[in-house]
């Protein structure tokens, strides 16, 4: 048989592990693996490379993707669904695995649903906002590498007596912030999920600088905002798909946070950086355990369906679990975590 692999969206710390994964195992059971470059644009412009044992070694530790990825589908081409039929039967494809966040595996699923088309999904993103995966891999990497930052940054800050507002990635779910910013002692944590008021994190910060405290350490997740009607206005340009092009909140806040408490303010941005780089020995074994099962997904023919982690088994479910849906925090541990360490 032969089988697809193709990684879209955003690239992420342990793709490489997954394809490594699939290919090693598809071989094992005598079949072909074709990578597609650059997600679905190289699987409707035929741009693909044969994967084998040979080709995938040393991939493990590596970061990104070495078939390239990028956003866009079928669906925003004109005759995208019937060219990706012609695909599927020009390459003889048995099968195609689909390694994506929410946006690629809801492509997959309705391409299951609507087209018939045999497609497996493996779920990634460092956000860890998928439905349906109790852990994405990915996400540790990013944890990890926002909390051995904010380790740096109080050793700086308490040097200087500043406060240190540091912006981690999440769009839509804080989880990066809650636990970077748990695992770092952070001063106060702030989400998408919950709306925060500027003048009671100020509070929280000359509350703990009068018991002698003279740093503080502000994590802020990309899409957190403010409370309706208060500071600070954020007026977001759009990307091309017509989503907020998010960033810049660390710095629309820290000058405010100065004026009102007085103490000196520094904006760390963390950016790419948490996509970046190797990926922890959690997210290599996640990732390698995902490629596995996504190929025993194929073998049994269970197509319309992610391969998950729920507690320490690996599961089958349907991909459409992603539509229109976000994972967000677990708003009770939040709440707990604020409640004992903000301020």
Not at 30 to 48: I, Q
Request: glycine share 14%; net charge neutral.
């Amino acid at each position: 048989m032969n089988i697809g692999v193709l990684t879209g969206g955003g690239d992420c710390p342990g793709l490489n592990a997954v394809i490594r994964a699939v290919v090693r195992k598809a071989e094992k059971g005598g079949d072909r693996v074709l990578g597609f470059r650059d997600a679905w644009k190289g699987f409707l412009g035929n741009d693909y490379v044969q994967l084998t044992t040979d080709n995938v070694r040393g991939l493990l530790p590596r970061g990104g993707t070495i078939l390239g990825t990028t956003r866009g589908s079928p669906y925003d081409v004109g005759d995208g669904i019937e060219r990706t039929r012609r695909q599927f039967a020009n390459l003889n494809l048995g099968a195609l695995v689909v390694i994506g966040g929410n946006g690629s595996l809801t492509v997959g699923s309705r391409l299951y649903a609507e087209a018939g088309l045999p497609i497996v999904g493996v779920p990634k993103t460092i956000d860890n906002d998928i439905v349906g995966t109790d852990v994405s891999f990915g996400f540790q990497t990013a944890v990890q590498v926002a909390t051995d930052a904010i380790d740096r940054l109080h050793t700086t800050a308490e040097s200087h007596d500043r406060v240190m507002v540091v912006e981690v990635m999440g769009r839509d779910a804080g989880w990066i912030a809650l636990m970077a910013g748990t695992a770092g002692g952070a001063t106060v944590i702030l989400v998408p999920e919950r709306p925060f008021d500027l003048g009671r994190v100020c509070e929280h910060i000359e509350r703990r600088h009068a018991r002698g405290r003279f740093a503080s350490i502000v994590v802020v997740a990309e899409g957190a905002r403010p409370l309706p009607g208060t500071p600070p206005d954020m007026d977001y340009a759009k990307d091309q798909f017509g989503r907020d092009r998010l960033g810049g909140i660390s710095a629309a806040i820290a000058p405010l946070i100065e004026e009102r408490t007085g103490y000196d303010v520094r904006v760390v941005q963390i950016g790419h950086i948490q996509r970046g780089g190797t990926p922890t020995a959690y997210d290599r074994v996640l990732a390698t355990r995902f490629g596995l099962a996504a190929v025993d997904a194929v073998a049994a023919r269970d197509f319309g369906k992610m391969v998950v982690l729920r507690g320490a088994t690996i599961e089958r479910v349907p991909m459409a679990l992603t539509q229109g849906n976000t994972r967000t925090i677990d708003l009770s541990l939040y709440d707990e975590v604020e409640s004992v360490f903000f301020g």
